[in-house]
């Protein structure tokens, strides 16, 4: 980044305030390029079928390394997978080329799709088998919480796992579940005890069950008591989605205001799943169920010169169809708002990423101008085969950094995954010159389910929530191709046109 003052000073500031739960993103292109590798492997766990709706899942990941010196791929990685029957990964082994060095890893989960163990394995030449290195153990309770985490390492002279870290988190909820304190606790294997590190606590909800307000606490273990350190306040549009976070600090004898997110808009939002502006930033946190589209931040000049809201930072993020974003980021200076920094994700059909765009304002210029891009060039057979991976700098064309070659595809129909449900999911009649029936199975109401219309221009044009197995809908609008998403949160269930004929 060239300014101090983008994007990631958004996240350093929430990193600070919101200190055990944010995340710190550093500024680098070699970091950027790092998490866009992570988010391309990752991609691995969504591939889709380019033919049919069900999940399809790679076998086999030759991954490879370009060679500027003489423009040609060198093999780094091969990666071998298999999976459950909804597609999650059960196995990964990983070799990498040209040296005997080999790791595995293995995965165990519950009922709900939540990893309960984590195995990671190392391999040992001198017996031509894997050596067991770290365990990762996970606990829940009824609601989906985390409760217990465990890293162990494996001993090999005593053949025994010897504990590393032990992390746990103590819930409790009222007569109606809602949370009213969340305490984490580390084990200090020198006293053999849980020490406590921070909590929320003290939390009030308003009358339609919604969270209004909690506080932050860290534990001091030189005296053994807590201290206050924050506290959160939420306000609700009438949709009782969050509009507006306060958040106040600490001084010593009375909390003051610190910092505001204000305008707060939501690409997604789930009030059964929100616990607070943990999972803020959407780029960073794509799979959430609560994802802000934006938001105006407004830190408090206190106590001089005005002793009121000063405009600071804000953000906003479009989307398309297939999943794209733009995010514009600005920040307030000399009285009026300025262009900072645009991030631009793209999506192909198969809901694979097909590159990043990072550009900076400038003000000379009067236009947005290119930083550098991220190309993800996806070839397609019956399923995504390659990916070849470019690094494009503003002055100058696209470089080969990294290729990704697919074989070995397993196919798997899912539990309550979107593939299950796209082939029941039914609208008619299509052409329609009059109301529309949209069925929907039966099992599959007890999620939040919605109908939504769009233009060619992406305009959202009607939107509906469907609470039967066949909902009849009446759509006031010309006669046109329209495009139609059935979804339930961040979930698709299905997508395609709908030709309305007045």
Known sequence: MKQIISFNKSILLLAVVFSSYGTIAQSSVQTKIALQKEKIFAEIQKMQSVSSGTISRPGKVIHYNWNGLNNSWVPADTNWYSYNHSGQILSHTKKTANTYNSQKYTYLYNAKGDVLERLSFIWHGPTSQFQALFRESYAYNTNGHLVES?????????????????????????????????????????????????????????SSGNIQQFEVQNYNPNNQLWGNYSMDQYSYNAQNKPVECVVSNWTGSAYVNAIKFANLSWRYFDGSTFEGLINIMP???????????????????????????????????????????????????????????????????????????????????????????????????????????????????????????YENYQVYSGLDDMPSAVSQCRIYPNPSNGPISVMIPENYLENDIRFELYDLLGNKVFSMDLENPVNELTIVQESGMYLYVISSGGSMYKSGKLLLEK
Not at 286 to 305: A, C, E, F, R
Request: glycine share 4%; aromatic share 18%.
């Open 283 to 405: 780029l960073l946190y794509p799979n959430s169920k609560n994802q802000v589209s934006g938001y105006t931040l407004l830190g408090w000049n206190y106590p001089i010169p005005n002793n009121q809201w000063n405009n600071e930072f804000r953000f906003s993020t479009t989307f398309d169809l297939a999943g794209g974003s733009v995010l514009v980021t600005e920040t307030y200076t000399n009285s009026a708002w300025k262009y900072e920094e645009r991030i631009s994700n793209n999506f192909d059909g198969y809901g694979n990423s097909t590159g990043t765009k990072y550009e900076t304002w400038s003000s000379q210029q009067n236009n947005w101008m290119l930083d550098y891009e991220l190309k993800y060039n996806h070839t397609y057979t019956t399923y995504l085969s390659q990916s070849v991976n470019q690094f494009c700098p503003s002055t100058a064309g696209c470089d080969n950094f990294e290729k990704f070659v």
């Open 150 to 206: 465990f890293l162990e390492k494996y001993d090999t002279l005593s053949n025994s796992w010897e504990l590393q870290d032990k992390r746990r988190n103590l819930i409790t909820y009222n007569s109606q579940n809602k949370l009213t304190s969340y305490t984490i606790q580390i084990w200090d294997s020198l006293v053999s005890n849980w020490i406590n590190t921070q909590r929320k606590i003290n939390y009030i909800y308003n």
